[in-house]
């Protein structure tokens, strides 16, 4: 499919554009989810697609990201949840939003930012960025985009899954 090929390509050009300048930060660790629809629990039919790209830089005090989609409708919020795949799990993290339901096809960007530990939440409110480290490493966190576009009730159809459209596993 040629969206999850661009999509690859883009997230190659994210985690490159992540890279660091300085060969002090080499050790540096990058993680990367492929996001989709056959992910998400339960599975739905959405067609969009997209990529995380997560670089632990400054020694572990922070993590910058980027994250990109393809074909998503009515974004309004994406977040790092803790569970392993094929489950679901509380968030800990934001990425995104939150946004205005309704706001349409999207395509590319939709956030970048770092995290640190003031921004954990759920769970691991309190807590130091390795706890979300050591998650990232163990596989045991996804991303997880949500849409709405703004009519009640929820369709639970393309462009209108606030429980999440597209989701991949933190690698």
Do not use: C, W
């Amino acid at each position: 499919m040629h969206i999850a090929r661009m999509l690859s390509v883009v997230a190659l050009a994210a985690a490159a554009s992540l890279a660091p300048a300085a060969a002090a930060q080499a050790s540096d660790t990058t993680y990367v989810a492929q996001l989709s629809a056959s992910q998400e629990v339960p599975t739905n039919d959405s067609l969009a697609r997209g990529a995380t790209v997560l670089k632990v830089v400054d020694g572990g005090e922070s993590i910058e990201f980027r994250l990109i989609v393809a074909n998503l409708r009515n974004p309004v919020a994406a977040h790092i949840h803790a569970a392993p795949a094929g489950a679901n799990g509380p968030v800990v993290a934001f990425l995104h939003g939150p946004g205005a339901p309704g706001s349409g096809r999207t395509s590319g960007v939709l956030s970048t930012g770092t995290i640190t530990s003031a921004d954990l939440v759920g769970p691991l409110a309190g807590q130091s960025l390795d706890a979300l480290i050591d998650l990232l490493e163990t596989g045991g966190a996804y991303v997880n985009v949500h849409t709405n576009d703004g009519v009640a009730p929820a369709t639970g159809e393309p462009g209108d899954i606030p429980s999440g459209e597209i989701r991949g596993q933190i690698r």
